[in-house]
Protein backbone atom coordinates (compact mmCIF):
# COMPACT_ATOMS: atom_id res chain seq x y z
CA UNK A 1 0.00 0.00 0.00
CA UNK A 2 2.88 2.50 1.12
CA UNK A 3 4.49 1.50 -2.62
CA UNK A 4 1.36 2.64 -4.03
CA UNK A 5 0.92 5.56 -2.12
CA UNK A 6 3.95 7.29 -2.99
CA UNK A 7 3.98 6.76 -6.77
CA UNK A 8 0.46 8.03 -6.60
CA UNK A 9 1.89 11.67 -5.06
CA UNK A 10 4.48 11.36 -7.49
CA UNK A 11 1.50 11.12 -10.17
CA UNK A 12 -0.27 14.39 -8.90
CA UNK A 13 3.03 16.62 -8.90
CA UNK A 14 3.59 15.53 -12.37
CA UNK A 15 0.64 16.90 -13.40
CA UNK A 16 1.41 20.12 -11.58
CA UNK A 17 4.89 20.19 -13.19
CA UNK A 18 3.19 18.92 -17.40
CA UNK A 19 0.90 21.89 -16.39
CA UNK A 20 3.90 24.40 -15.62
CA UNK A 21 5.34 23.39 -18.87
CA UNK A 22 2.38 23.58 -21.26
CA UNK A 23 1.95 27.58 -19.71
CA UNK A 24 6.08 28.15 -19.92
CA UNK A 25 5.98 26.79 -23.96
CA UNK A 26 3.21 28.99 -25.10
CA UNK A 27 4.91 31.89 -23.58
CA UNK A 28 5.80 34.53 -27.00
CA UNK A 29 9.39 34.83 -28.43
CA UNK A 30 11.73 37.55 -27.03
CA UNK A 31 15.27 38.82 -27.61
CA UNK A 32 16.83 35.88 -25.61
CA UNK A 33 14.26 33.22 -26.88
CA UNK A 34 13.73 34.18 -30.85
CA UNK A 35 12.06 31.19 -31.41
CA UNK A 36 9.82 30.76 -28.10
CA UNK A 37 9.93 28.52 -25.43
CA UNK A 38 8.47 25.71 -26.60
CA UNK A 39 10.75 23.24 -25.29
CA UNK A 40 10.31 24.36 -22.17
CA UNK A 41 7.28 21.56 -22.26
CA UNK A 42 9.85 18.68 -23.41
CA UNK A 43 12.22 19.27 -20.57
CA UNK A 44 9.45 19.53 -18.34
CA UNK A 45 8.26 16.32 -19.63
CA UNK A 46 11.59 14.59 -19.31
CA UNK A 47 11.94 15.87 -15.49
CA UNK A 48 8.35 14.18 -14.85
CA UNK A 49 9.76 10.85 -16.27
CA UNK A 50 13.14 11.25 -14.08
CA UNK A 51 10.99 11.61 -11.42
CA UNK A 52 8.72 8.20 -12.27
CA UNK A 53 12.28 6.60 -12.33
CA UNK A 54 13.88 8.04 -9.37
CA UNK A 55 11.06 8.65 -6.60
CA UNK A 56 7.93 6.04 -8.40
CA UNK A 57 10.17 2.80 -9.19
CA UNK A 58 13.66 3.46 -6.54
CA UNK A 59 10.72 3.97 -3.48
CA UNK A 60 8.68 0.75 -4.49
CA UNK A 61 11.67 -1.57 -5.44
CA UNK A 62 13.48 -0.20 -1.84
CA UNK A 63 10.11 -1.39 0.45
CA UNK A 64 9.51 -3.87 -1.91
CA UNK A 65 13.31 -5.19 -0.82
CA UNK A 66 12.76 -4.29 2.87
CA UNK A 67 9.27 -6.29 3.47
CA UNK A 68 10.78 -9.34 1.71
CA UNK A 69 13.99 -9.37 4.43
CA UNK A 70 11.83 -8.24 6.72
CA UNK A 71 8.29 -9.60 6.03
CA UNK A 72 5.05 -7.98 8.44
CA UNK A 73 2.09 -9.37 8.61
CA UNK A 74 -0.98 -7.25 7.32
CA UNK A 75 -3.52 -6.37 9.53
CA UNK A 76 -6.17 -4.99 8.39
CA UNK A 77 -6.64 -6.61 4.53
CA UNK A 78 -10.39 -5.24 3.93
CA UNK A 79 -8.97 -1.53 4.24
CA UNK A 80 -6.38 -2.50 1.79
CA UNK A 81 -8.87 -3.18 -0.32
CA UNK A 82 -11.12 -0.70 -0.22
CA UNK A 83 -8.73 1.59 -1.06
CA UNK A 84 -7.37 -0.13 -3.61
CA UNK A 85 -11.04 -0.64 -5.74
CA UNK A 86 -11.64 3.52 -4.79
CA UNK A 87 -7.86 4.02 -6.17
CA UNK A 88 -8.76 1.73 -9.27
CA UNK A 89 -12.07 3.25 -10.05
CA UNK A 90 -10.61 7.05 -9.88
CA UNK A 91 -7.42 6.24 -12.17
CA UNK A 92 -9.77 4.09 -14.30
CA UNK A 93 -11.62 7.21 -14.82
CA UNK A 94 -8.76 9.23 -15.42
CA UNK A 95 -7.18 6.45 -18.26
CA UNK A 96 -10.53 6.42 -20.13
CA UNK A 97 -10.30 10.60 -20.57
CA UNK A 98 -6.76 10.28 -21.47
CA UNK A 99 -7.92 7.31 -23.85
CA UNK A 100 -9.73 9.15 -25.52
CA UNK A 101 -8.14 12.29 -25.93
CA UNK A 102 -5.47 10.29 -27.15
CA UNK A 103 -7.15 8.47 -29.60
CA UNK A 104 -8.35 11.84 -30.99
CA UNK A 105 -4.81 13.09 -31.71
CA UNK A 106 -3.39 10.11 -33.26
CA UNK A 107 -6.06 9.80 -35.99
CA UNK A 108 -5.84 6.86 -37.83
CA UNK A 109 -2.05 6.20 -37.00
CA UNK A 110 -1.31 3.26 -34.87
CA UNK A 111 -0.65 3.55 -31.13
CA UNK A 112 2.83 2.89 -31.01
CA UNK A 113 3.68 4.89 -34.39
CA UNK A 114 1.33 7.77 -32.77
CA UNK A 115 3.66 7.11 -29.66
CA UNK A 116 6.92 7.37 -31.68
CA UNK A 117 6.04 10.33 -33.95
CA UNK A 118 3.72 12.41 -31.09
CA UNK A 119 5.34 15.78 -30.61
CA UNK A 120 3.22 16.59 -27.24
CA UNK A 121 4.02 14.49 -23.96
CA UNK A 122 1.32 15.36 -22.87
CA UNK A 123 -0.63 13.82 -24.64
CA UNK A 124 0.63 10.36 -23.99
CA UNK A 125 2.65 10.89 -20.80
CA UNK A 126 -0.84 10.49 -18.76
CA UNK A 127 -1.97 7.87 -20.69
CA UNK A 128 1.22 5.75 -20.31
CA UNK A 129 1.32 7.20 -16.25
CA UNK A 130 -2.32 6.02 -15.83
CA UNK A 131 -2.06 2.41 -17.44
CA UNK A 132 0.96 2.09 -15.16
CA UNK A 133 -1.03 3.11 -12.55
CA UNK A 134 -3.65 0.58 -12.98
CA UNK A 135 -1.46 -2.33 -13.90
CA UNK A 136 0.35 -1.21 -9.75
CA UNK A 137 -3.21 -1.55 -8.23
CA UNK A 138 -4.13 -4.91 -9.76
CA UNK A 139 -0.62 -6.39 -8.71
CA UNK A 140 -0.86 -4.42 -4.96
CA UNK A 141 -4.45 -6.15 -4.46
CA UNK A 142 -3.23 -10.03 -5.89
CA UNK A 143 0.40 -9.11 -3.66
CA UNK A 144 -2.08 -8.28 -0.98
CA UNK A 145 -4.60 -11.27 -1.35
CA UNK A 146 -1.65 -13.78 -1.37
CA UNK A 147 0.00 -12.26 1.68
CA UNK A 148 -3.21 -12.97 3.50
CA UNK A 149 -4.69 -15.92 2.24
CA UNK A 150 -1.17 -18.00 2.20
CA UNK A 151 -0.23 -16.49 5.15
CA UNK A 152 3.13 -15.30 4.01
CA UNK A 153 3.58 -11.32 4.35
CA UNK A 154 6.71 -11.76 2.07
CA UNK A 155 4.25 -11.89 -1.21
CA UNK A 156 3.21 -8.34 -0.06
CA UNK A 157 7.29 -6.87 -0.69
CA UNK A 158 6.85 -8.99 -3.44
CA UNK A 159 4.24 -7.14 -5.34
CA UNK A 160 6.01 -3.66 -4.05
CA UNK A 161 9.24 -5.00 -6.42
CA UNK A 162 6.57 -5.63 -9.40
CA UNK A 163 4.51 -2.19 -8.79
CA UNK A 164 8.25 -0.86 -8.71
CA UNK A 165 9.51 -2.25 -12.20
CA UNK A 166 6.30 -1.24 -13.83
CA UNK A 167 7.37 1.95 -13.43
CA UNK A 168 10.94 1.75 -13.96
CA UNK A 169 9.70 0.44 -17.40
CA UNK A 170 7.21 3.13 -18.07
CA UNK A 171 10.03 6.04 -17.14
CA UNK A 172 12.50 4.65 -19.28
CA UNK A 173 10.05 4.75 -22.50
CA UNK A 174 9.08 8.14 -21.60
CA UNK A 175 12.78 9.05 -20.74
CA UNK A 176 13.30 8.18 -24.13
CA UNK A 177 10.27 9.64 -26.13
CA UNK A 178 10.91 13.45 -24.14
CA UNK A 179 14.91 12.93 -24.60
CA UNK A 180 14.46 12.53 -28.13
CA UNK A 181 12.16 15.78 -28.56
CA UNK A 182 14.37 17.50 -26.25
CA UNK A 183 17.57 17.19 -28.19
CA UNK A 184 15.65 17.90 -31.33
CA UNK A 185 13.49 15.90 -33.84
CA UNK A 186 11.73 16.59 -37.16
CA UNK A 187 8.23 17.87 -38.29
CA UNK A 188 5.47 15.56 -38.94
CA UNK A 189 6.15 13.89 -42.44
CA UNK A 190 2.51 15.21 -43.32
CA UNK A 191 4.21 18.69 -42.85
CA UNK A 192 7.84 18.18 -44.47
CA UNK A 193 5.87 16.92 -47.49
CA UNK A 194 3.33 19.90 -47.86
CA UNK A 195 6.41 22.55 -47.48
CA UNK A 196 8.16 20.58 -50.04
CA UNK A 197 5.11 19.80 -52.27
CA UNK A 198 4.71 24.00 -52.57
CA UNK A 199 8.09 24.72 -53.11
CA UNK A 200 8.41 22.78 -56.31
CA UNK A 201 4.97 24.37 -57.62
CA UNK A 202 6.38 27.94 -56.61
CA UNK A 203 7.07 29.88 -60.06
CA UNK A 204 10.46 30.40 -60.83
CA UNK A 205 11.89 27.41 -58.35
CA UNK A 206 13.52 24.71 -60.44
CA UNK A 207 13.43 22.05 -57.86
CA UNK A 208 13.66 21.92 -53.99
CA UNK A 209 17.00 19.69 -53.52
CA UNK A 210 16.10 19.73 -49.73
CA UNK A 211 14.49 20.12 -46.72
CA UNK A 212 15.68 20.05 -43.14
CA UNK A 213 13.11 20.84 -40.04
CA UNK A 214 13.32 21.09 -35.79
CA UNK A 215 10.31 20.48 -34.18
CA UNK A 216 10.42 23.16 -30.80
CA UNK A 217 7.52 22.51 -29.82
CA UNK A 218 3.91 20.89 -30.02
CA UNK A 219 3.21 23.64 -32.39
CA UNK A 220 6.31 25.44 -33.08
CA UNK A 221 8.52 24.21 -36.65
CA UNK A 222 11.64 25.88 -37.78
CA UNK A 223 12.21 24.45 -41.41
CA UNK A 224 14.97 25.32 -44.01
CA UNK A 225 14.79 24.74 -47.77
CA UNK A 226 17.40 24.36 -50.57
CA UNK A 227 16.01 25.48 -53.80
CA UNK A 228 17.69 26.06 -57.34
CA UNK A 229 15.89 28.60 -58.41
CA UNK A 230 15.91 29.66 -63.03
CA UNK A 231 19.12 31.18 -63.70
CA UNK A 232 17.03 34.11 -65.15
CA UNK A 233 15.59 35.25 -62.31
CA UNK A 234 16.81 38.58 -60.55
CA UNK A 235 17.52 38.82 -56.69
CA UNK A 236 14.51 40.47 -56.61
CA UNK A 237 12.75 38.58 -58.54
CA UNK A 238 14.03 35.20 -56.05
CA UNK A 239 13.10 37.39 -52.98
CA UNK A 240 9.52 38.22 -53.89
CA UNK A 241 9.24 34.56 -54.48
CA UNK A 242 10.67 33.02 -51.31
CA UNK A 243 7.62 35.91 -49.82
CA UNK A 244 5.22 34.73 -51.42
CA UNK A 245 6.26 30.65 -50.90
CA UNK A 246 6.38 31.60 -47.13
CA UNK A 247 2.99 33.04 -47.22
CA UNK A 248 1.44 29.66 -48.42
CA UNK A 249 3.57 27.65 -46.33
CA UNK A 250 2.67 29.24 -43.35
CA UNK A 251 -1.20 29.52 -44.65
CA UNK A 252 -1.34 25.40 -44.85
CA UNK A 253 1.43 24.96 -42.03
CA UNK A 254 0.64 27.28 -39.16
CA UNK A 255 3.06 25.56 -36.70
CA UNK A 256 5.71 26.86 -39.10
CA UNK A 257 7.57 29.96 -36.91
CA UNK A 258 9.97 30.38 -39.44
CA UNK A 259 11.41 29.38 -43.05
CA UNK A 260 14.53 29.98 -44.02
CA UNK A 261 15.70 29.68 -47.67
CA UNK A 262 18.99 28.75 -49.20
CA UNK A 263 19.11 29.22 -53.23
CA UNK A 264 21.87 27.09 -54.65
CA UNK A 265 21.69 24.24 -57.15
CA UNK A 266 21.55 20.62 -56.86
CA UNK A 267 24.75 19.55 -57.16
CA UNK A 268 26.08 22.13 -54.72
CA UNK A 269 23.57 21.01 -52.38
CA UNK A 270 24.65 17.50 -52.67
CA UNK A 271 28.49 18.30 -52.48
CA UNK A 272 27.85 20.39 -48.99
CA UNK A 273 26.01 16.89 -47.95
CA UNK A 274 28.45 14.52 -48.61
CA UNK A 275 31.08 17.13 -46.41
CA UNK A 276 28.74 16.25 -43.95
CA UNK A 277 29.03 12.74 -43.13
CA UNK A 278 27.64 13.51 -39.31
CA UNK A 279 24.47 14.22 -41.00
CA UNK A 280 22.70 11.16 -42.55
CA UNK A 281 22.25 11.65 -46.28
CA UNK A 282 18.41 12.08 -46.79
CA UNK A 283 18.19 12.07 -43.20
CA UNK A 284 15.33 14.89 -43.23
CA UNK A 285 14.87 15.39 -47.15
CA UNK A 286 11.76 13.77 -48.71
CA UNK A 287 12.19 13.37 -52.75
Request: glycine content about 6%; hydrophobic content about 45%; aromatic content about 12%.
Amino acid sequence: MTSEAIPSAVDSTNEILLLYGIHRSVQKPDSEHPFGYGRELYFWSFVVSLLIFALGAGFSIYEGIYRILYPVPIESPVVSYVVLALSFLFEGGSWLYSLRQFRRAKGSLGFFDAFRLSKDPPSFMTLFEDSAALVGILVAAVATFSAVALGRPEFDGAGSVAIGVILAATSVFLARESKSLLIGEQAYPSIRKSILSLANAQPGCLSANGLFTAQLGPKQVVAMLSLEFSDVMLAPQIEEAFIDLERKVREKNPEVVALFVKPQTAKTFQDQRNETPLVPAGSNRID
